[in-house]
Structure formats: C-alpha cells, structure tokens
C-alpha cells in the first residue's frame, strides 16, 4: 500500500513562494516511485477538488492557472515528489493533496485515476 505524506505548507504574502513536497513509501515490490503517475489536486473552500500538476514517466502537465507559476518535479532516489509555488496569489489558497497512479502518462486529471492520496497541506496566500 503505497501511503503519501504531504508538507511544506503554510501561510504566505501575494508574489511569494512555498515547496511542497510528498514523500512515499510502500511501492508494490517490483514497481518504484519512476513508474507510477504523482500529481497535485488542490481544493478551495466551498469548491471541488481540482487537478493543477501531474508528472509521469512519460510527461508533465500544468492547469492553465498554474502554468508559468508552478513547477513539478520528483526524486525517485529518495522517493519524494514536489510542487515549487511562486508567484502566489490569493485564490491560489486551498489544501493541496498529492496523489499517485499506476500511469505511464498524464492523460487525465481525474480523481479516479489515481488509488492513492495524502492528507493534504494547507496553503494560504494573504496579505
């Protein structure tokens, strides 16, 4: 059973920068943190939980909104996948979750494409 522990939140002005990062663990013998699909939701109060960042095997993808002010990237070596956040607004505030697939691309950022999932992080932009 693979299990997600996301950090790296917290509370910061417009225009600044925060890293998330999500450690794994549990891989399925056989399989390492380079063949599955991790990608980032995001959920606002009062709004679904919405997809804005995948990376897999074979591609990476960006929501419009995050295009340009987000970057994804992982460390398979030490099993830890990140979302660097800059240029942060305010309705970028929101509790980021990571999730992992068995994917060798990122054709679809649906919920149930992806088996596992962390707790989430909490992100607030304000000034």
């Known amino acids: 059973q693979v299990q997600l522990v996301e950090s790296g939140g917290g509370l910061v002005h417009p225009g600044g920068s925060l890293t998330l990062s999500c450690a794994a663990s549990?891989?399925?013998?056989?399989?390492?943190?380079?063949?599955?699909?991790f990608s980032w939701f995001r959920q606002a109060p009062g709004k679904d939980r919405e997809g804005i960042s995948c990376?897999?095997?074979?591609?990476?993808y960006y929501e419009d909104s995050v295009e340009g002010r987000f970057s994804i990237s992982r460390d398979v070596a030490n099993n830890v996948a990140y979302l660097q956040l800059d240029d942060l607004k305010p309705e970028d505030t929101a509790t980021y979750y990571c999730?992992?697939?068995?994917?060798?691309?990122?054709?679809?950022?649906?919920?149930?494409?992806?088996?596992?999932w962390g707790q989430g992080t909490q992100v607030t932009v304000s000034s």
């Open positions: 549990g891989f399925t013998e056989g399989f390492t943190m380079g063949d599955y699909a």
């Open positions: 999730a992992a697939g068995l994917l060798s691309l990122c054709i679809s950022m649906g919920e149930g494409d992806y088996d596992y």
């Open positions: 990376i897999s095997p074979g591609d990476t």
